[in-house]
């Protein structure tokens, strides 16, 4: 275990009615804050889930791993991306990168008191699991290029190429996963966003090839979704008496 000192401000909670980034406070999404943290001489924007009605120590837990895991899973497929790409002969392609060098999912050595949640509105840390990420340089623009809803239809340079990521990693994943807003493993287990595989058909539904997937081949591709686990018909199996077997030995080679 890798025991760290993390710095977060202590009064950014009462910035985040007023959409000021003040005092350590950076902003929040439908379901997390976002505020600063500081390890030695390197800076964070840490995350964790709202206190909102039903949420626990283990939700909040259970939705930053996922958000780990798919910031992991986000440089795996677009490294192959790029590779693919450069195989295809593709020209200019924009540098991209997921921000996950250095992103850890923390735990408190000293647990936090354990006060209704009337009380938590002074704590610096809601919960006692937290996700930290390196915090962007100062001017940073964020650009949406689809939503949870939306698959994406890009025009401008940059959001083709998001677009063409997204087809890619279906086809990468043979229909496990998609990497847009809509984003999901076909079990649904990669976080509260996960539409699971209704999530995925509706991308295949809706996506239209643009010409950076033609350029990479994806338009050639045919993808079949996995089936939910339970809707896999299994084959009845005869039983046989047992054998008990002699001497049996077998080599493999790798």
Known sequence: IDIKTILIPKNWRKY?????????????GYVKFAFMGRVASNSFAVLQSKNLIGDTEYLNKYDLKCELKLLAWGNFFLDSF????????????????????????????DKLPDLPAEQRSNQSLIWNVFLAVPLLEPGATECKFSGNGDTGANS???????????????????????????QGKFDGSSGFWDKGRSGILQFLKEHKCNKICRKLGL???????????NDIAVPQMEVLPTIKPRNLHRQWEL
Do not use: C
């Open 16 to 28: 985040v009615n007023t959409g000021k980034r003040e005092e350590g406070y950076l902003g929040y």
């Open 82 to 109: 790029i590779r693919r790409a450069q195989q295809y002969g593709a020209k200019n392609i924009p540098e991209m990168k997921w921000n996950a060098d250095g992103a850890f999912l923390g735990t408190l050595v």
């Open 156 to 182: 401008d340079y940059l959001g083709i190429w998001i677009d063409a990521f997204a087809h890619h990693t279906v086809v990468d994943s043979m229909g496990e996963y998609v990497f847009v807003d809509i």
């Open 219 to 229: 338009n050639t591709e045919v993808v079949v979704v996995p089936a939910p686990l």
